[in-house]
């Protein structure tokens, strides 16, 4: 079921996007997608997106949303921001946590179709709910521009969950995918 849910909010992502982003990536035990579109005030976007992580015993859902700023140049881009996740799975975790962090990326004019970047975003205690007592969500990224709108890329992806005495990293591993610009 978690599993048609993701599918079914990618496909609306893909059906609804104007003047804004689709980010989708996977590796063998995780899908990652996430819309990201300009809203009408100056310089402030809204991400929406999901990930669904499978392992032998467990599976588990994290949702998110976000505002965050967008400034872009010829050779960076950056945005800073909050993200409100939901946790849900197999294994008795469920919870919401807000966190702060920022995203971006850089390139080289001597490469123009290659650059680096990625995000990083903290859900302390304070603002932790249910049975999360925190969260790190972060990535790393090289793109490289493989259409005139869309790019591919290699990233990392770190994405820890504290649970009472402990942290849990319910995914640490490479990951491929895809940028669509429209």
Do not use: C
């Not at 591919?152 to 649970?163: M, N, Q, S």
Request: aromatic content about 10%.
């Amino acid at each position: 079921m978690k599993r048609l849910a993701l599918a079914a909010l990618t496909a609306g992502m893909t059906v609804s996007a104007q003047a804004a982003t689709i980010d989708v990536n996977i590796n063998n035990e995780t899908i990652r997608a996430e819309y990201d579109a300009p809203l009408p005030q100056n310089r402030l976007n809204m991400a929406v997106g999901g990930l669904y992580h499978e392992e032998v015993n467990s599976d588990i859902l994290v949702g998110h949303v976000g505002l965050h700023t967008q400034e872009d140049t010829a050779t960076y881009s950056v945005g800073v921001g909050g993200r409100a996740y939901a946790v849900t799975g197999s294994g008795d975790v469920d919870g919401l946590a807000v966190g702060f962090g920022a995203q971006g990326s850089i390139a080289f004019e001597q490469i123009k179709q290659v650059r680096f970047g990625g995000h990083m975003y903290f859900a302390p205690r304070v603002i932790s709910f249910g049975d999360l007592d925190g969260m790190t969500d972060m990535s790393l990224r090289a793109y490289y521009q493989a259409l005139k709108d869309v790019d591919v890329y290699l990233g990392w992806r770190k994405l820890e969950v504290d649970v009472g005495a402990g942290s849990s990293d319910l995914e640490s591993s490479l990951n491929f995918g895809f940028i669509m610009n429209f």
